[in-house]
């Protein structure tokens, strides 16, 4: 995995995908900025602004208010590594949110998509 790579992706540059693949399998917008809220902390306005800037995914999470503690309940296989597992930590917060798409495209309810 080239993690020098992830950490100068920008997150709008990614964000479309995330969009895309949810609205492909009938999910919506809204449902993916749910997510990005629940794991970040941000909210419409502050995403928005995140998106504007084009900041790259190390910053994106540095600047998050708060990752949610129940992120570390994500368990499971995303891009053939199990989430709970990996050792870099901006790394793993992007793949948490990885993961929490793909559960979203694949059909799961947002009770459960949100750990509630």
Known sequence: ?????????????VYPHYIQKAE????????VDEIIFWLTGYNAKMLQ????????????????????????KITGVICGYRVEEIEDELIQKVR???KLIDEL???KSMEKILRK
């Open 1 to 13: 995995m080239d993690k020098s790579r992830v950490y100068k992706m920008s997150f709008a540059s």
């Open 24 to 31: 492909k399998k009938g999910r919506t917008k809204a449902e």
């Open 49 to 72: 602004q995140q998106i504007e800037k084009k900041t790259d995914f190390e910053n994106f999470f540095a600047q998050a208010p708060q990752l949610n503690p129940n992120a570390s």
């Open 96 to 98: 948490y949110l990885d």
């Open 105 to 107: 495209a694949k059909g």
